[in-house]
């Protein structure tokens, strides 16, 4: 009798289980399914990251979505990221029909992940949008569009999220699998933060090296470093076939790299830096550093600085 008993809860509980179909989860705007398929897509991006197991692909559909649904919006909201597991993949920029990424638009089909919670204005938007932290080069975010964070809480200390890094916050780890996310085709836009406009790197309690491929930081601002990006410490980024266009910071337009304290430097290649404005460095600003680093077919055009209108470094 317990034997039948336990079956039949058993039994219970796997229908009521979402099947994922190939290790994927199928995610639409509007939709109320439970992922398994286009046609049964989960309308919750939230829901879908954490049922995502290593080695799942979480495929997104066009349409914008929001960490947090509130109006009013409270602190607490506001601190509401999108947390991304280690070993998925985030892939933006379908249709809703397809069988495979190879077939996806996404630049026609825009997968928006917006901090633009609760009214319209940009006074309650969330601080950051996507927090990373202990993952692998195998977690890869490809074809999102992430708009309108707001990182600019004063009260909060440099490398904190409610300051810091208003699309992403990439946190650093001592273990051996570091912090090593990879993002593909990501479109950078209208980030604003204390430093680092968009992401920030924070490589302060260990490796923070992220990579990013064919992605575009534009219209991104940093009160005071990093108008696209802050590199704290050990961040051994790097950046390739990657667009910094209208960016802006009192130091650093585009790229803050702080390099005391034994820090690392990101490597760029085929990267372009146009029309971005800083005080100090229209492109990139490094501190710690007595030459400067190599940048391989780099190109640097129409950047504004006070000084060093594409590069300024310094040693302190």
């Not at 290790?23 to 398929?37: E, F, L, P």
């Not at 979480?58 to 649904?69: A, C, M």
């Not at 909060?156 to 273990?175: C, D, H, K, N, Y």
């Not at 601002?221 to 910094?244: L, P, R, S, V, W």
Request: include cysteine; charged fraction near 20%.
């Amino acid at each position: 009798m317990f034997k039948q008993t336990l079956l039949v809860v058993l039994a219970v509980l796997f229908i009521q289980l979402p099947v994922f179909t190939k290790n994927i989860i199928y995610v639409k705007q509007g939709a109320d399914g439970k992922g398994t398929s286009w046609a049964d897509a989960t309308g919750d991006l939230q829901f879908a990251l954490a049922n995502a197991k290593s080695g799942t692909d979480i495929w997104v559909s066009f349409g914008t979505y929001l960490p947090v649904r509130c109006n009013p919006c409270s602190e607490g909201d506001r601190s509401i990221s999108f947390i991304i597991p280690d070993g998925v993949k985030v892939i933006g920029g379908f249709k809703g029909n397809e069988t495979r990424p190879g077939q996806r638009d996404w630049r026609k089909y825009p997968t928006r992940l917006s901090g633009n919670i609760g009214e319209t204005h940009d006074s309650d938007n969330s601080y950051t949008i996507v927090y990373i932290k202990s993952v692998g080069r195998e977690t890869i975010l490809d074809g999102l569009m992430l708009s309108d964070g707001r990182a600019l809480d004063r009260s909060a200390e440099l490398g904190q999220p409610q300051r810091s890094g208003g699309a992403m916050f990439i946190a650093g780890v001592t273990s051996k699998k570091q912090t090593k996310p990879t993002f593909v085709n990501c479109l950078f836009i209208n980030n604003y933060a204390l430093e680092g406009g968009a992401v920030y790197n924070d490589g302060s309690e260990g490796v923070a090296s992220p990579g990013f491929e064919d992605c575009i930081f534009t219209g991104n601002k940093a009160i005071n470093k990093g108008g696209a990006i802050y590199n704290d410490a050990h961040c051994e980024a790097y950046i390739n076939y990657t667009q910094f266009n209208n960016n802006e910071a009192a130091y650093g337009a585009c790229v803050f790299i702080d390099c005391s304290g034994k820090g690392m430097l990101p490597s760029f290649l085929h990267c372009t830096f146009v029309n971005n404005k800083a005080q100090y460095g229209g492109g990139l600003f490094y501190k710690g550093i007595d030459h400067l680093p190599a940048l391989r077919t780099s190109r640097f055009l129409n950047n504004r600085s006070e000084k060093g209108r594409d590069i300024f470094y310094t040693k302190t």
